[in-house]
T-cell receptor, first 110, second 116 residues
Framework: GQNIDQPTEMTATEGAIVQINCTYQ??????LFWYQQHAGEAPTFLSY????GLEEKGRFSSFLSRSKGYSYLLLKELQMKDSASYLC???????????FGAGTRLAVHP | NAGVTQTPKFQVLKTGQSMTLQCAQD?????MSWYRQDPGMGLRLIHY???????DQGEVPNGYNVSRSTTEDFPLRLLSAAPSQTSVYFC???????????????FGAGSRLTVL
């Protein structure tokens, strides 16, 4: 089966950098997704990693180490609007069943 | 494009009642899925479909039925609602069945269901 672990909550200061970690155990690895979800809204896609290394997209970067079963999402120059939950997701066999972690709720303070 | 449309947005049921949550997408997406989201448990996959006429079970399929008679629609049926099915339900779709960074899930706005 699959197991995905993320910290439940994190807090950070506006303008700072925060790293949200995700560790996973899966029977076969086909890629890892990060989604952002604001309270009361639908999740939206942030990033996808299938190879080891860092993928950068503006203020957001995502890192993957397949050998360690580990990923992190790095948010730079934090803004108040980054207060949201961040969901890590991996496949449960094949490319059709995407399984999500419980998410990390990030609160950004002035 | 309206994207992924879910109805109703809110519903209250009594234990034992049946109902259908509707999901429609106008993007000609092959892949559609249903998730439920509960506090502290994240999104859990209920059922998914890789095309019209094809459905399969996710992590938590018990108590739910689905069908995919058209590409556009993927309704979720609760045959006999239970309080444990109180949750927020999200429908999601993607262009193709194999999810990748170029073929990501687009979520609907969600349907909040309460079973008394």
């Amino acid at each position: 089966g699959q197991n995905i672990d993320q910290p439940t909550e994190m807090t950070a200061t506006e303008g700072a950098i925060v790293q949200i970690n995700c560790t996973y155990q899966t029977s076969g690895f086909n890629g890892l997704f990060w989604y952002q979800q604001h309270a009361g809204e639908a999740p939206t896609f942030l990033s996808y990693n299938v190879l080891d290394g860092l993928e950068e997209k503006g203020r957001f970067s995502s890192f993957l180490s397949r050998s360690k079963g580990y990923s992190y999402l790095l948010l730079k120059e934090l803004q108040m609007k980054d207060s949201a939950s961040y969901l890590c997701a991996v496949f449960s066999g094949g490319y059709n069943k995407l399984i999500f972690g419980a998410g990390t709720r990030l609160a950004v303070h002035p | 494009n309206a994207g992924v449309t879910q109805t109703p947005k809110f519903q209250v049921l009594k234990t034992g009642q049946s109902m259908t949550l509707q999901c429609a997408q106008d993007m000609n997406h092959e892949y559609m899925s249903w998730y439920r989201q509960d506090p502290g448990m994240g999104l859990r996959l209920i059922h998914y479909s890789v095309g019209a006429g094809i459905t399969d079970q996710g992590e938590v399929p018990n108590g739910y039925n689905v069908s995919r008679s058209t590409t556009e629609d993927f309704p979720l049926r609760l045959l006999s609602a239970a309080p444990s099915q109180t949750s927020v339900y999200f429908c999601a779709s993607s262009p193709q069945g194999a999810l990748t960074g170029a073929n990501v899930l687009t979520f609907g706005a969600g349907s909040r269901l309460t079973v008394l």
